[in-house]
């Protein structure tokens, strides 16, 4: 539904196309004060990944970043902490430079990132020796020390709703020869708000969301809800016209999970900022659960589906 | 009917001083222009040995003026028409009925039809009334003549965006315009996302905005009130006219059904600019997308005898936006549109008493259906109105004009209703409809003290009930159909005083306190078609607006040239936003999303205007402030509006170049705009996003643009059966690049060291020439 805008913007733009000129501009730099951004995940599930933190500050805005300004906005030497009622875990400073090459790829696939691709010396704080064991309802803190600052966060698990089963049809439209598209039915719980997002990987890559990759059920609560799932692309990539459609003969990870509603809204309005452009769209601020700071502490429930695409 | 009368009439006489006063006769008419046979708004009627004494002709063109037995000698001025002086002999009670004509079938270009004095001898202030035909001489965008647009250049009033034709009127949201059409209100005043207004040029008669001093017949809104009067047909002769444009066409025909008695027009416009492309779509995969809007305006009126009349109008309007990518087997439809539809009836109680009736209805509705095989959606919402009215005019003796009425309008508000279905399942989202009972009365009298000075006190009464059906989220009862949830009322007190320095100046000042109890609440920059229209609740406050003004006002003979300044302070109370971090959701209540704050506007107004002559036209110039607050919104940091234009200066000119040739231009500057910056980007997910800074704390660069038109006029003074005109417009004709709206765009690789992020800047509006064509044929 709130697409609607776009499609606003595609008559409008019709319209006005053959009048309209574009030219750079250089906004004035007013981050003369970094914040700290906490970006950090506590996971449950069949696959699930153990808890890890990335500690960044913010950027000004320049129209080109060099690797040290990349580099430095990379918090390194900060303490991080996962709290759950009396238990206290610290997680582990892990940068990349210091790993050998079998340990990079592990690190390199719990940030979900492709190792040849890692050029910085970036540093993450992981749970390395998987201490923390989330649970159902459980309520966790994290607790950033960088420097004088102090950066803290909550975030609960939630139940998982289950996919309950997949297929695959024909695109829609034309049907296109190489692809399929996916579809799947879940049982949403009744009486309690549930919270969505998923990923895909397809191969042995990395997960991908995509570009709108969450939902609440405000629509379908309670109901058996059909739905289809979408091969992640991301808003950078080049809309063609298999666009969210699934290669007939790839083996794809679909990785399926529940988050609380702080952790939800933060997803929500981060991807609806990102497609806010043009000229009847109001900026949206993204909505942070980090006292202190910007960024996400969220708690996710997931279950990993390996789904062949037939041929 | 006999009772009813029994009863206003009693009313007039609990109110009437004329007893007070030494015997008078009336004399009571209703004022036409000839070629036409259309009443004649405004006219300014006065006595000539006794000059203080006058009166202006009401929508209708009824006038009623009570002076002592004897000769006098009664002046009918309006700009554009020679006057005409009528000497009477008073002995009893007379009617007066006056033609008006100009001689000529083109008028003259006027920018006010009153009288050139009318702003320094009334008590209105922040008061124009702008004649069609000087709209229809402007530089219009596209060619499409927009009253609109012609308001916005206006001291004291400013657009949301370059080319919009929304209003904001001394600091206030797009809301708080009461904007009527034939009393009708018209919700949504804009087609194509608002960058046409819904107003067809060809259907409308006059226009009269408000921007100051809210006399008490005027309410629901507390910013301004844009009165829009359709025309009622020429009843001597038939009359077509039109024009073709290069985005929309249009066509007018009127005429009298029974001549000098009673007569009907309906015009129509519709745009084409898109199928015009349609046989290049057709054979792409979007075959099926299409863009158009239309208007329909109609209106017969007839009158039974010199006391009774009867009018009906109505305007239906509608966008209708279809997508398709046939590729992907994806359909979307996106209609919307008003519609309005108006009875009134006319009444002379009595020479001095003018009554009219209206029953009124009026809707604004918004679709959007759209589908992928098994799956299909609709969203539904709108606003309708049934409305009652009746308001009444009394004359008593020429020290008062008593205006009094009621109104009545039972709202109906439907939220954005989602229905969707995906096979057999179904969705359909949990908001309900709400209702609500609106009841005004009024009562004002504008009071001639001595010569010198004139006092127009007023007091409107306002009394709004929300009824269920409605869930209470605050004490979480459930009210039943009609079952009252919420009352609201207020008093609404109205003064401006008129003080004369000299025959040519005088001083005024005015207070006005009106309230609202419906509200649009925007997501964005301006107004859009999806945005709905909510009404107070136990939730939602109405809002309360409070204005205070002075003006000085001089006419300056001897250029012809009338000029004011106008200083005013508003404050609003209980003004609405949507919470921070709002994403669109259909799914809950948009009352829930809402934050209630205030806000104040202030500002000094300048014009300098000449009405008459070859040249013709206005310079303004506006220097004000326009802010608000919310708890819940940064803590309550004072803001400015992104309509907030500290300074705005425009000029209007117009000149006859020679007989067949017209020039008109339009100037612009204003500051610009306020937004909100970009304070830093952060990274998640290895990609870089926005954090937005302090709300609308900086400002885009300053906006400025000059416009020109060329009429050409074949047999301009003429009394040929047809005639045509071309008119050639350049918009902004120097080419300057005004800022419409920034992106940004990035490149990231982080984990590579690469990133570069740029911030764009469009301008939409570069220069656009377009030339229309006009006709009109008239039977004789």
């Known amino acids: 539904m709130r697409k609607l805008r776009d499609y606003s913007f595609i008559l409008i733009l019709f319209s006005i196309s053959m009048y309209s000129c574009e030219e750079e501009i250089s906004p004035e730099d007013t981050n003369s004060n970094p914040k700290f951004v906490v970006e950090s995940y506590i996971e449950l599930g069949n696959e699930a990944l153990p808890t890890y933190a990335l500690i960044t500050k913010t950027l000004g805005f320049y129209s080109k970043f060099s690797q040290a300004d990349l580099l430095q906005s990379f918090i390194s030497g900060a303490s991080v902490k996962i709290l759950h009622n009396s238990d206290t875990v610290k997680l582990q400073e892990v940068c990349f430079a210091s790993l050998t090459p079998d340990l990079k790829e592990s690190v390199a696939k719990v940030l979900g990132i492709d190792v040849d691709s890692i050029k910085l010396d970036i540093c993450v704080y992981v749970d390395i020796l998987n201490s923390i064991k989330p649970q159902i309802g459980n309520t966790y803190e994290i607790n950033v020390q960088v420097d004088q600052t102090v950066l803290s966060g909550k975030t609960s698990m939630p139940n998982l709703v289950p996919i309950d089963s997949f297929w695959f049809e024909p695109t829609p439209g034309k049907a296109l020869d190489s692809f399929l598209q996916l579809f799947c039915t879940i049982s949403d719980l009744p009486n309690e708000k549930n919270f969505y997002r998923y990923f895909v990987a397809t191969g042995d890559g990395t997960f991908k969301a995509n570009f709108q990759s969450v939902t609440d059920d405000a629509f379908f609560d309670g109901k058996e809800f059909k739905f289809t799932l979408q091969n992640a692309q991301s808003q950078d990539d080049d809309f063609n016209e298999s666009y969210g459609y699934f290669k007939k003969g790839d083996t794809i990870t679909l990785k399926w999970c529940n988050l609380d509603e702080a952790h939800f809204n933060f997803w929500n309005t981060l991807e609806v900022s990102r497609t806010r452009q043009g000229p009847f769209a109001n900026y949206v601020r993204i909505e942070s659960n980090i006292k202190n700071g910007l960024g996400i502490f969220g708690a996710y429930h997931c279950k990993n589906y390996k789904i062949a695409i037939p041929k | ?780």
């Open chain 2, 1 to 780: 009917m006999k009772s009813v009368k029994t009863i206003i009439l009693l009313c007039i006489h609990l109110f009437s001083l004329s007893q007070l006063f030494a015997q008078n006769y009336t004399v009571s008419g209703y004022v036409k222009d000839k070629e036409s046979g259309e009443s004649m708004i405004g006219v300014n009627i006065f006595v000539k040995e006794q000059k203080s004494i006058g009166i202006t002709s009401n929508y209708y063109g009824f006038y009623s003026l009570s002076l002592p037995l004897g000769k006098h000698t009664l002046v009918f001025s309006y700009i554009g028409f020679p006057s005409v002086e009528k000497e009477i002999q008073l002995s009893n009670n007379l009617e007066l009925d006056v033609s008006m004509s100009n001689g000529i079938e083109i008028k003259e270009v006027v920018v006010s039809s009153k009288n050139p004095k009318h702003n320094v001898e009334s008590t209105d202030m922040g008061n124009v009334e702008v004649n069609i035909e000087t709209v229809k001489k402007l530089p219009a965008l596209m060619g499409e003549v927009d009253l609109m647009k012609v308001l916005q250049l206006l001291p004291g009033v400013s657009s949301a965006s370059e080319g919009t034709s929304s209003l904001f009127v001394r600091g206030g949201g797009p809301d708080q315009n009461l904007v009527l059409l034939d009393e009708a209100i018209v919700y949504n005043t804009g087609h194509l996302l608002g960058f046409f207004s819904v107003f067809n040029s060809d259907a409308i008669k006059n226009v009269e905005l408000i921007k100051g001093s809210m006399p008490a017949e005027y309410g629901s809104r507390i910013s301004s009130v844009i009165d829009v009067q359709m025309k009622e047909g020429n009843n001597e002769q038939f009359v077509a006219e039109g024009g073709i444009g290069i985005i929309a066409s249009r066509f007018t025909v009127q005429g009298p059904i029974q001549k000098s008695k009673s007569s009907f027009i309906v015009s129509t416009r519709r745009t084409y600019a898109l199928d015009i492309a349609q046989p290049f779509i057709k054979s792409t995969n979007f075959a099926g997308t299409n863009y158009y809007f239309y208007d329909l305006n109609a209106k017969v009126n007839y009158q039974f005898s010199r006391k009774d009349r009867l009018y009906i109008s109505t305007y239906f309007g509608r966008d209708v936006f279809s997508f398709s990518n046939n590729d992907r087997g994806f359909k979307v439809k996106l209609p919307y549109g008003n519609g309005t539809g108006t009875i009134r009836w006319n009444h002379l109680l009595s020479d001095n008493t003018f009554f009219n009736l209206a029953l009124i209805t009026n809707n604004y509705n918004f679709s959007l259906l759209g589908g992928q095989e098994e799956f299909s959606f609709n969203v539904n919402s709108g606003i309708r109105d049934y409305s009652v009215k009746m308001d009444l005019d009394y004359y008593p003796n020429p020290k008062h004009q008593f205006k009094m009425g009621a109104r009545h309008t039972f709202h109906k508000f439907t939220p954005n209703v989602v229905n969707a279905s995906n096979g057999e399942v179904t969705f359909q989202s949990k908001v309900e409809p709400k209702f609500g009972h609106e009841t005004e009365a009024y009562l004002s009298d504008i009071i001639t003290i001595n010569s010198g000075l004139k006092v127009n006190a007023g007091l409107r009464v306002s009394l709004f009930n929300h009824i269920g059906p409605y869930a209470s989220s605050i004490t979480n009862d459930t009210f039943g159909k009609n079952e009252l949830v919420q009352r609201y009322f207020y008093p609404e007190p109205r003064i401006s005083i008129n003080k004369s320095i000299d025959n040519t100046s005088s001083v005024k000042a005015g207070f006005t306190l009106a309230t609202q109890y419906v509200h649009l609440v925007s997501n964005s920059g301006s107004t859009l078609p999806a945005d709905v229209w909510v009404p107070s609740t136990e939730k939602v406050k109405p809002q309360i607006g409070i204005q205070y003004a002075i003006g000085y006002y001089k006419f300056i003979k001897k250029f012809g040239l009338e000029s004011s300044v106008e200083v005013y302070y508003k404050t609003m109370y209980n003004q609405l936003d949507y919470r921070e971090n709002y994403i669109e959701n259909f799914s809950t209540d948009v009352e829930n999303e809402f934050v209630s704050g205030a806000g104040r506007a202030y500002g000094a107004e300048f014009l300098l205007r000449r009405n008459t002559g070859r040249f013709t036209g206005w310079i303004g110039y506006t220097i004000s402030k326009t802010e608000r607050w919310f708890d819940e919104i940064e803590e309550g940091r004072v803001f400015p509006t992104t309509y907030d234009r500290p300074h705005d200066l425009t000029f209007v000119g117009m000149f006859e170049l020679t007989k067949k040739w017209d020039v008109s231009t339009s100037f612009i500057y204003a500051t610009g705009r306020s937004y909100t910056p970009i304070q830093s980007l952060f990274l998640i997910n290895n990609s870089p996003n926005i954090e937005y800074g302090p709300r609308n704390s900086k400002r885009i660069e300053d906006y400025h643009r000059a416009d020109i038109s060329f009429v050409y006029t074949r047999n301009k003074n003429t009394t040929k059966k047809f005639t045509s005109s071309w008119a050639f417009s350049i918009y902004n004709f120097y080419n300057h690049k005004n800022p419409f709206f920034t992106y940004t765009d990035f490149e990231s690789n982080v984990l590579k060291g690469e990133l570069s992020a740029k911030e764009i800047q469009v301008s939409i509006f570069t220069i656009i020439p377009s030339i229309t064509w006009n006709f009109k044929w008239k039977a004789k």
